[in-house]
């Protein structure tokens, strides 16, 4: 019973993330040490510089909207067997499409803000459809592809951001998106220098004008929800776990192996051109710009799914501590002159701890069987 205990345990996600976090932190510790400087006061420093300032948590949250996106989008993919990592791809052209037709269609908001939504949406699951269509009918492997694709859809960025028409001389990049296409808080008055109203708001007045506070974060929730009611409560869903789970089986039992693969990576697709389309709707500057490109907001969201052990709502929580993280660093950085890169090892730290949990219960396994093998020859 006791090995039974000791293997749950060791089973559990947040028993491990929990752990890794602990040992993250330790050795980053040994490393601040390394180059003089106190671990316990700079981490005190990190944490309530972002807790004790509003204008911080909400950066907190803005910044974790596309990861919970991009995140959601990878620990889908995982759930179903595959690995996307062609996020990052799938994020730049939902991001492009999105800024491309923002900038060139003027509608009416409740009109505007769906159909970038929706070619985002559309663009980032031709990538991911295309990565999925090569391994189910020519045995391509996902991170193959996905690789590949990333690199097109970065050049492809790049393009557009500097050689298009579209392009602005003398600047980093396009035009912004019309404003009809925004989604963050009181975007005309931004967009027109008017921060006169901005400041009666209750609550969030005085920081509105200082952050890009947005309606991204209800646009992840409802990611989050309806891709657990898929994979959980659903016959795609559970097509697509046994797919992903024993594919000989489930073709056993007449399940079409190729079809649920092309499904799950355009599924997994259209929610990483979400998360590109919804970042330039709600983040300044509202461009298609060179700048975009190294936002690494795919890869994070490997990062994330990876500390929530493949859990959709699991996602949720990781990308905030993600994003605590990263937004931490940079006032470590400029409370303490620690190195803001340390935040970059702590987080590698993390997902290495996590990696290595993942053998635990083979350990617990070992341990109790071991046991029992001396147990008999007692």
């Known amino acids: 019973m006791k090995e039974n205990k000791l293997k749950k345990l060791f089973s559990n996600q947040l028993f491990a993330t929990t752990i890794a976090l602990i040992l993250g932190f330790i050795v980053s510790g040994f490393v601040l040490l390394a180059i003089g400087k106190n671990p316990i006061s700079v981490y005190i420093g990190m944490f309530s510089g972002v807790f004790g300032n ?19 989008s990878i620990a889908f993919a995982f759930k179903t067997g595959l690995f996307n990592i062609g996020a990052e791809g799938q994020y730049i052209v939902g991001f492009v499409a999105a800024g491309i037709v923002g900038i060139l269609v003027d509608l009416p908001s409740i009109i505007q803000i769906p159909l970038l939504l929706i070619v985002g949406m559309v663009a980032g699951m031709l990538f991911g459809g295309l990565s999925g269509l090569l391994k189910a009918k020519f045995g391509v492997h996902e991170v193959i592809s996905g690789i590949m694709l990333n690199w097109i859809a970065f050049y492809l960025q790049m393009y557009v951001s500097l050689s298009s028409p579209l392009f602005i001389k003398e600047t980093s990049g396009t035009a912004p998106i019309n404003v009809s296409g925004q989604i963050k808080l009181f975007a005309a008055q931004k967009a027109a220098g008017d921060y006169s109203e901005l400041v009666k708001v209750p609550v969030i007045g005085p920081i509105l ?4 506070i947005n309606y991204g974060i209800f646009v992840a929730l409802i990611v989050i929800f309806v891709l657990h009611f898929i994979i959980k409560k659903t016959t795609l869903g559970y097509q697509l776990r046994a797919v992903g789970f024993n594919k000989h089986a489930a073709e056993f039992a007449g399940i079409n ?21 919804v970042n330039i709707m709600a983040i300044s500057p509202h461009k298609i710009n060179s700048i975009a490109m190294f936002e690494n907001y795919g890869f994070d969201g490997l990062s994330v799914a990876l500390m929530a052990g493949s859990s959709i709502p699991g996602v949720v929580l990781s990308s905030l501590l993600f994003s605590i993280l990263k937004i931490g660093g940079n006032v470590m950085q400029l409370n303490t002159g620690a190195p803001s890169e340390l935040i970059s090892v702590l987080i590698g730290i993390i997902i290495f701890f996590i990696a290595l949990a993942n053998i635990l219960p083979v350990l617990a396994d070992k341990i109790a069987s071991r046991k029992v093998k001396e147990k008999k020859n007692e």
């Open 54 to 72: 509003p204008r911080n948590i909400a950066e907190t949250i803005i910044k974790a909207t596309p990861i919970i996106i991009t995140g959601a």
């Open 257 to 277: 192996v190729n079809k649920n693969i092309i499904r799950s990576m355009a599924i997994a697709g259209a929610v990483a051109g979400l998360a590109g389309a």
């Open 209 to 212: 004008g200082r952050t890009d």
